[in-house]
């Protein structure tokens, strides 16, 4: 198993011996069973972003997690990228600070307001769903 992270921050050649990427998928050919695993946040523009490439010819998994009030199953997005709402919500206090208390997350299906309490247990019903 070959694990890469942080993909686009890569440098595109490593000291003339090419792409990092290339590198370490060479390191697989030995082997049967082979894995590559690669993560990154995207860092480079559209069309250049080697992981925005890569997640366009996969199969697009994102990973949902069920909303504990309607079930409904969503990705844990800050800003819906259709909708653009914001579904993270939290509140300041009197000096400027998050209240920790405050800190939600609103469900896409009935727009409650999910307390951070529950994030534990949505996770561990989360699937991956392509
Ligand atoms: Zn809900």
Not at 17 to 44: F, H, L, N
Not at 106 to 130: D, F, H, T, V
Request: charged share 25%; aromatic share 12%; net charge neutral.
């Amino acid at each position: 198993m070959v694990l890469f992270d942080e993909v686009d921050g890569y440098p595109i050649d490593v000291d003339g011996e090419g792409d990092p990427v290339a590198i370490g998928t060479r390191r697989t050919d030995g082997y049967a069973d082979w894995k590559i695993v690669k993560g990154s946040t995207p860092a480079k523009p559209k069309g250049i972003s080697p992981i925005e490439r890569d997640f366009l010819r996969s199969d697009m998994r994102r990973f949902h997690v069920p909303c504990p009030f309607c079930s409904a199953q969503q990705v844990l997005w800050w800003r819906d990228p259709a909708s653009k709402q914001y579904r993270l919500f939290y509140s300041v206090n009197a000096d400027n600070q998050v209240d920790p208390a405050s800190v939600a997350f609103i469900c896409s299906g009935c727009q409650a307001k999910i307390p951070e309490r529950y994030k534990q247990q949505m996770l561990n019903a989360g699937e991956w769903i392509a």
